[in-house]
């Protein structure tokens, strides 16, 4: 079963604050994406990364690629209220295959 | 572009009632997909159609479930009959490209609610 976790589930911080969220499976991933999704909406693209151990920054936001494919994280600097939402990451495990989305992690800032 | 759009926003409906979701995908977008979403399981994929044909329903819980795409810029998931359990919200998403590994741009959704 292909099975894609994220952790942690919640995570409540401060303004300011640095944060990361991890994706890991046991799977290896032909290309992973990260989403963010606000309450109401649905979910919007931030990345995709593809190379094992490739590093993409927007912004604040920083993503890494395991050098396996089988795991990434997001590391938010300086978090700011404005990045409260769901962060998503989803996978997909072959060449055509589904992408399948892992539970979530729920982040608050708070100011 | 107005982006994907969903309708019904809220529906709200009794145990046994029919309900039709509607989507709208991006104009000149190939592939289109239909995700349910839960507290419990999170997002998961229903059917997904490549220039207007189904591809992949086995996420598809049940035959009360259908879904169509008359055209490229229309679909339909359609529930007959409703039960409790069926509630969650059911977003639509469209992609330029063919293939689930491509950049998806969701609706809003539609918050099912089955009393």
């Known amino acids: 079963t292909q099975l894609l976790e994220q952790s942690p589930q919640f995570l409540s911080i401060q303004e300011g604050e640095n944060l990361t969220v991890y994706c890991n499976s046991s799977s290896v991933f032909s290309s992973l994406q990260w989403y963010r999704q606000e309450p109401g909406e649905g979910p919007v693209l931030l990345v995709t990364?593809?190379?094992?151990?490739e590093v993409k920054k927007l912004k604040r936001l920083t993503f890494q690629f395991g050098d396996a494919r089988k795991d990434s994280s997001l590391h938010i600097t300086a978090a700011q209220p404005g990045d409260t939402g769901l962060y998503l990451c989803a996978g997909v495990y072959n060449q055509g295959g589904k992408l399948i989305f892992g539970q979530g992690t729920e982040l608050s800032v708070k100011p | 572009d107005a982006g994907v759009i969903q309708s019904p926003r809220h529906e709200v409906t009794e145990m046994g009632q029919e309900v039709t979701l509607r989507c709208k995908p991006i104009s000149g977008h190939n592939s289109l997909f239909w995700y349910r979403q839960t507290m419990m399981r999170g997002l998961e994929l229903l059917i997904y159609f490549n220039n207007n044909v189904p591809i992949d329903d086995s996420g598809m819980p049940e035959d009360r479930f259908s879904a169509k795409m008359p055209n490229a810029s229309f679909s339909t998931l359609k529930i007959q009959p409703s039960e409790p359990r069926d509630s969650a919200v059911y977003f639509c998403a469209s992609s330029p490209l063919t293939g689930a590994r491509e950049k998806l741009f969701f609706g809003s959704g539609t918050q099912l609610s089955v009393l």
């Open positions: 990364v593809v190379t094992g151990g």
